[in-house]
């Protein structure tokens, strides 16, 4: 992967949920399209006066209604209740016009659940938020990384999981899927395992190649490249993971698929640094074009490079001829969600690029 270009001059960069003193945290996002023409639902995670994974966060959501040129102010739209917090937000249109939206609910520092809720009228009103699966595990997941698969309608919520303490980190990722539009869920047969801390924030493409349906994943690990598995079942089992030729820190890609166009894009941090902890700070955001359903990608654009701030956790939608992507940028020159001064705000880009 050496060929890097400017990717378009339609480019539309937006700080949508800056930090401040009462929000330091300002991450982790999806943007989904609503009924009305233009329109579209941005929902984040916004933490209070403490940047930590543990600390009191819920979703934010912004409206557009003109594909992302401006945004009407934010509201709240799921507290945290009696839980340490909300986080990690997936939303989805899906085929039968509803909007669907997944998030992570934190019990404790050993407990995490992932819940599930739909709304009839483009989120005014949802409904009851109901758990995925049973209690007991520290289950999480990737913002954006709940999928419909086309031609089957199956809902996909990619998550992984490790032993709560004192057992061993390492992680296994595995999917969640729904055939009844989340009323009930089913866990893939097996599990998704990578050396070292395991295999991290799942994201999931859904694709066809010589007529069959395919699903890959797409994970994060320490061991300086993403790795990949694949499901030919729609992701009722996965295949075993192998690295990819794709160098990356320890943080998480966003990658979809665009039939129509016949490219994937993958968004992610092209800045690894080998022999430096968590592979090197995430100073550089970039992405690439692949028009061989993600194996190799040959074409690169930057969308961020900066020597004093970081930027990390993207999503991706493309509509209506729009790219739009989400990502946080660091603006207290640190990576690590535990460090008190911590500030991260919330960026939008919109682009407009040819194929």
Known sequence: ????????????????????SLHRRNTEASIAPLGEEGALMLVLTRFGQSASDHSSAALHARISRDDG??????????????????????LVRLVSGKLALSYIQKESGHEARLFFSTSEDDGANWSEPRAMHDRGAYRVCLNDSLIQQPGTGRLLQAAYETLPPPGPESYRAHTLFSDDEGATWQRSANEVACP????????????????????????????????????????ASWSRAVPTSISSPQ?????????????????????YQPGTGHGGPRRSL????SRDHGETFPEIYPLEDDTL?????PSLLWHRGFLHLTYYEDTGNLILGEHPDLTLSLIHRRLQPSF
Request: hydrophobic residues 40%.
């Open 1 to 20: 992967m050496n060929a890097t270009r400017v990717l378009t001059e339609h480019d539309q960069r937006q700080m949508v949920a800056p930090a401040s």
């Open 196 to 235: 070292g801390r395991g295999a991290m924030e799942p994201v999931l493409m859904p694709y066809e190649k010589e007529g069959a349906r395919r699903i890959a994943m797409f994970l994060r690990t320490d061991q300086g490249t993403i790795w990949r598995s694949e499901s030919t079942d729609g992701g």
């Open 69 to 90: 040129a401006s945004w009407e102010p934010m509201f709240k739209l799921r507290d945290e209740g009696d839980a340490l917090n909300v986080m990690a937000p997936s």
């Open 309 to 313: 701030h970081s930027f990390a956790y």
């Open 251 to 271: 943080a998480p890609c966003m990658v979809r698929h665009l039939p129509e166009q016949a490219v994937t894009l993958l968004c992610w941090n092209n800045c």
């Open 286 to 289: 970039a992405l690439a074009i």
